[in-house]
């Protein structure tokens, strides 16, 4: 069955980096976008943009800052979100969700599990 | 920017019905939005309960329905349960691949 696991729990300094990983399986890595989509603390969902899996090319929601970099590893069917200087404000559980497009239709068919990130000195 | 917009809490009774909405703060919602409907308990990922307006995603009941209402659009949750009640997103693709998710419903079953 589709599955889309992601990496755990960190604890970051400000101004430190993190790559949060999302790994795929049941299914053909590069047929489907992979999206991402974060919550702060009880707060709602944020979409942040997608990745093509086929071309490697990204896509960013609009106001997002060059701090946040989507990329690929298509050997291990991965995907990853690297966030660079964190603020606190970048504490979030941060989710990867595959799009399905097909025949017209447009669906958010599998989520992982979500990766906190918790920025704090 | 796109605002989304959907109310703040709904309430209602075991076995009712209520009707959550998701709207523009400028313009009208409709199919071509692909209006998409999500349900997250506390805890929990999110999960998919409708998308492309009316479509049921896996696994979901038939009590959850999906629709365009007057220019929104519309999750209807019909015979409700106690364990309905959560939390509620729509997403809306407003097109070159940008989706933008509303601030959510509280659902209370009361």
């Known amino acids: 069955q589709v599955q889309l696991v992601q990496s755990g729990s960190e604890l970051k300094k400000p101004g430190a980096s993190v790559k949060v990983s999302c790994k795929a399986s049941?299914?053909?890595?590069?047929?489907?976008?992979i999206n991402w989509v974060r919550q702060a603390p009880g707060q709602g969902l944020q979409w942040m943009g997608w990745?093509?899996?086929?071309?490697?090319?990204?896509k960013y929601a609009p106001g997002l800052t060059g701090r946040f970099v989507f990329s690929l590893d298509t050997s291990v069917s991965t995907a990853y979100l690297e966030i660079s200087s964190l603020e606190s404000e970048d504490t979030a559980v941060y989710y990867c969700?595959?799009?399905?497009?097909?025949?017209?239709?447009?669906?958010?068919?599998?989520w992982g599990q979500g990766s906190l990130i918790t920025v704090s000195s | 920017q796109t605002v989304v917009t959907q109310e703040s809490s709904l309430s209602v009774s075991p076995g009712g019905t209520v009707t959550l909405t998701c709207g523009l703060r400028s313009g009208s919602v409709s199919s071509s939005y692909y209006p998409s409907w999500y349900q997250q308990t506390p805890g929990q990922a999110p999960r998919t309960l409708i998308f492309s307006t009316d479509k049921r995603s896996s696994a979901v009941p038939d009590r959850f329905s999906g629709s365009i209402l007057e220019n929104k659009a519309a999750l209807t949750i019909t015979g409700a349960q106690a364990d309905d009640e959560c939390d509620y997103y729509c997403?809306?693709?407003?097109?070159?691949?940008?989706?933008?998710f509303g601030g959510g419903t509280k659902v209370t079953v009361l």
């Open positions: 990745i093509n899996t086929n071309t490697g090319v990204p």
């Open positions: 969700l595959r799009e399905r497009y097909s025949y017209g239709q447009r669906e958010f068919d599998s």
């Open positions: 049941g299914y053909i890595f590069t047929s489907f976008s």
């Open positions: 997403g809306l693709y407003m097109g070159g691949g940008i989706w933008v």
